[in-house]
């Protein structure tokens, strides 16, 4: 790597480091001097928390997790068998409602579902998603569809069941669970990826459009995760995280009121510093970092 761009990389670290070093401040108020958002908090008093994707990974342990805060949690996947056990040990204010993300009527007749048993739902944890791997040279149009139609899509059936109730009361929480791929580029990530920038980007305006109906509306970015889906990561997974600890982080996070969320920090912020960076320098150092500067091999055309 040129020395310029190190020189650039030591400045931007410096500028993190700093950052970090007023993270007091920016936790009291998020928005730093143009603060007029505030925050709102989840609270289990406002309704049962819906958490979709809860058959396993951070979905499973988030739904354990805010259930000892007190929470009435509802679980949702497709996987009816896992959702039964899981609301089984947990037992009493768990629901098992299994349901397709992707097709409008089965939200539909779940939320009616958790309505007809808790009254409201006062949280919802977009968190169902799929992470299907592919290159270029072996592009998938079928398996980007698929993503974008998991990842980005079952969120905007999501919202379209639970938000305008939510505004007409004036209460409630919607919360996504993204991931540090949606900040930039990653090799075979071109569909999740595209997907969790999505995520990014709709959060932000329903942030913007919700906050007057006081509406919470949040977003959780993490690294890496120990799920069954980072298996299939081709590259290195540094700082890896166990889903408890990424269901006690998002657990905080909408309990606070607040609108992001990234974990673990000391690697997703070191990424949003990378990413921040021109293109011509982000784009060498990720290519080196996940190993995609070695030669082509006759497997890759596979």
Same mark, same amino acid.
């Not at 603060?35 to 309704?47: E, L, T, V």
């Not at 932000?204 to 949040?218: A, H, W």
């Given at each position: 790597m040129a020395r310029g761009s190190i020189l650039i990389l030591v400045i931007w670290a410096f500028i993190l480091r700093v950052s970090?070093?007023?993270?007091?401040?920016?936790?009291?108020?998020?928005?730093?001097?143009?603060?007029?958002?505030?925050?709102?908090?989840?609270?289990?008093?406002?309704?049962?928390?819906?958490?979709?994707?809860a058959s396993s990974g951070i979905g499973a342990a988030l739904a354990g997790e805010l259930h000892s805060r007190g929470w009435s949690v509802v679980l949702s996947a497709r996987s009816e068998s896992s959702l039964n056990e899981l609301a089984a040990r947990l037992g009493d204010r768990a629901m098992a409602v299994p349901c397709d993300v992707t097709d409008k009527a089965s939200i539909a007749t779940a939320a009616a579902q958790i309505r007809s048993r808790f009254h409201r739902i006062g949280l919802v944890v977009s968190n169902a998603g799929v992470y299907e791997p592919f290159e270029?040279?072996?592009?998938?149009?079928?398996?980007?569809?698929?993503?974008?139609?998991?990842?980005?899509?079952?969120?905007?059936?999501?919202?379209?069941?639970?938000?305008?109730?939510?505004?007409?009361?004036?209460?409630?929480?919607?919360? /996504?669970?993204? =991931?540090?791929? *949606? !900040?930039?580029?990653? #090799?075979?990530?071109?569909?999740?990826?595209?997907? +969790?920038?999505?995520?990014?980007?709709?959060?932000?305006?329903?942030?913007?459009?919700?906050?007057?109906?006081?509406?919470? /509306?949040?977003? =959780?970015?993490? *690294? !890496?995760?120990?799920? #069954?889906?980072?298996?299939?990561?081709?590259?290195? +997974?540094?700082?890896?995280?166990?889903?408890?600890?990424?269901?006690?982080?998002?657990?905080?996070?909408?309990?606070?009121?607040?609108?992001?969320?990234?974990?673990?920090?000391?690697?997703?912020?070191?990424l949003k510093a990378i990413y921040a960076l021109p293109r011509p320098l982000y784009l060498p150092i990720v290519r080196r970092f996940t190993g995609w500067n070695k030669p082509v091999k006759p497997k890759d055309l596979a």
């Open positions: 970090m070093s007023h993270s007091r401040f920016l936790r009291a108020h998020p928005y730093g001097v143009f603060d007029d958002m505030p925050r709102i908090p989840a609270h289990p008093d406002n309704g049962a928390a819906w958490i979709t994707g270029g040279q072996n592009f998938d149009a079928d398996l980007f569809r698929k993503t974008i139609d998991v990842n980005l899509g079952g969120a905007a059936l999501l919202a379209e069941a639970v938000l305008p109730e939510m505004a007409r009361n004036k209460e409630g929480h919607f919360h /996504i669970v993204s =991931s540090a791929t *949606g !900040f930039g580029g990653m #090799p075979t990530c071109s569909a999740y990826g595209a997907s +969790k920038a999505g995520l990014i980007n709709m959060a932000e305006c329903l942030k913007l459009e919700m906050n007057r109906f006081n509406v919470g /509306i949040s977003i =959780s970015t993490p *690294g !890496f995760v120990d799920t #069954p889906a980072q298996a299939d990561t081709p590259f290195p +997974k540094p700082f890896m995280i166990q889903p408890s600890e990424a269901a006690i982080n998002i657990a905080n996070a909408v309990e606070r009121g607040g609108f992001e969320t990234t974990f673990p920090r000391r690697f997703t912020w070191i």
